[in-house]
């Protein structure tokens, strides 16, 4: 197989970012009869390192997770400091922000795709790996959002 | 397991709509290391029997189709005429337009969200088949696609 930029073309995750968390992942739970998972909270900026369009970022949001076949919906409510995703949520409104991939080397993907005019939106530390998300909207009129976990 | 008012959970394709298919059919290919998929064509309406918001429309898109993963991405350019494909790149610009699930028993899908307020937006035939769009972005912020394949 051609591995193309990434490596793999798997979809892991299809990123929402919504204004309220609660009230979604409700709406969500009822309309395909599955428990209402936690809301979660990202790490504070010490912890996860957050860094948006290059300058170090407080941003944090609530998250919650949905298992729906070999995909994983993400329910996402930024808070209001800078992050892509309140980036998004006040350009565009609420709705689907990313898909994602899980690729090796997070560096090396990065390299190579700011070497295709695909720059680096956002990135962090989370328990167990880290993400970057990439600004391919102009090209493929969606966000890519890589994620790298520990082995 | 509680299957919800679809029956199941799993998302079996994300649509975007795009202005200029072949542009971003070449990107996805170039970026995921596939080959270009052909751009199809919907049905004409005296085939499709399209329905837009209760009204006969000829609206057709052009489509094309990537595997990726247990997940399709389509890409929908839309003519000018009414549809919910228009109507969201008017509204929304280019992007994701909505998740896919697939479903049995059609009308009595349709008949049901109708009754939890979620309207019926669009339907039509295809080979094979025929799908529903449903307004549950009120609640989901995303578009339901319904899918019934013929046996």
Redesign the interface.
Known sequence: ??????GN????Q?G???NDIEK?SQ??A?????NKPDTIITDTVDIAQTEYRGNSSVARAKLAF?N????Q?ELIEPDLHPSTWREYLDE?????HH?AFVVEGMKEKITLLEGKQMQLLQKGEYTGGRYAYMD??K????IVELLENDK
Chains 1, 2 share one sequence.
């Open positions: 197989m051609n591995s193309g930029l990434l073309h798997f979809i892991t299809i929402i970012v919504v979604t709406a969500y009822d309309f395909f009869g599955v949905f729906m076949g070999s995909l919906l565009h409104g609420e709705g689907p898909i391919t909207f090209e493929l009129k969606v």
